[in-house]
């Protein structure tokens, strides 16, 4: 397994498990099963509305509390509730939680913000980040921040791989974190040639492949499956190396493709919506 250290010394594997659109009862499984392969993080929501379920699966793990990375994300409706730490601690069953971000810029994200600042000063989160901030947006909360974010989740893959954001969160000291680390399961990402050949060459998956090319890129990756034979593979990545030649050619493929754009209008929705935290299993 590898690690990097964040910019509070923190350390956060590279590796997790992905959990959105996944219901409370194959949250549980698939964080189980990934628990069992070896994976240390897990990555959830507030809007997942599956907390409840990966706390569950923490607990049946066996596993202590501090060998696992716990990150969550506080959805926009929620930003301006004094409790929503303490409330999303509660569903994780948890008495910390290890990287918190801004789920999305909508609604008042600076409140949110200072939500998480309040709670990382008083211990209950360990790190604090953000999630689809654009670079301008990020500069925002630079601007403005007690406490430095230390992550950007945001979408990455060899479709669209974000140089140019890379070499700005570089430049701050903050990890990139890639959703949709395999496009969705896009088959045309899935079955680009260029992984089916150097799959061949490694003896691994064309999915390996994308998930060990993000790791070499420095990207932190948690793709999300429910398939416990997926689970198995996407940690199955620490006994080869990408060449850089071979990273080139990877590099080369990037298209700007984004299968996610957010707008405006989107982002207004988001600031509306309230995830039904309290019925969830
Ligand atoms: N911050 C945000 O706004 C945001 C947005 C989206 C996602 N995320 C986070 O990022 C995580 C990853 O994104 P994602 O789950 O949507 O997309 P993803 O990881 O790119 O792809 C998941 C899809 O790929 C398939 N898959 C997984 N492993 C595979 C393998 N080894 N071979 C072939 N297919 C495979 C899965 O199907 P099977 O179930 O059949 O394996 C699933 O359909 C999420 O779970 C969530 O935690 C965050």
Redesign the pocket.
Known sequence: MENVTLNNGLKMPMVGI????LTPDEAESSVLNALKCGYRLI???NAYVNEKAVGRAMKKSGLQRGEIFLET?LWPAFYEQQDAVEKTLKRLDTGYIDLL?I??PAGNYIAGYKLMEKAYKEGKVKAIGL??FNMEQMKEILAICEVKPAVL???V?PYFQEKELKRFLSNEGIMIQS???????DKSL?QEPLFSKLGKKYGK?N??IILRWHIQAGNIV??????PA?IQ??FDLFDFSLNQDEMEQISAMDQKKRY?TSTPEMLKRYAEMVPPVDEQK
């Open positions: 992905g959990t959105f659109l990555d959830t929501a994300k971000l789920h999305q999630s689809n989740q945001t979408e893959h959703w949709y680390p395999l496009g969705h399961g899935l998956s999915a390996q948690i793709p999300g499956s429910k398939s997926h593979d996407n996610y």
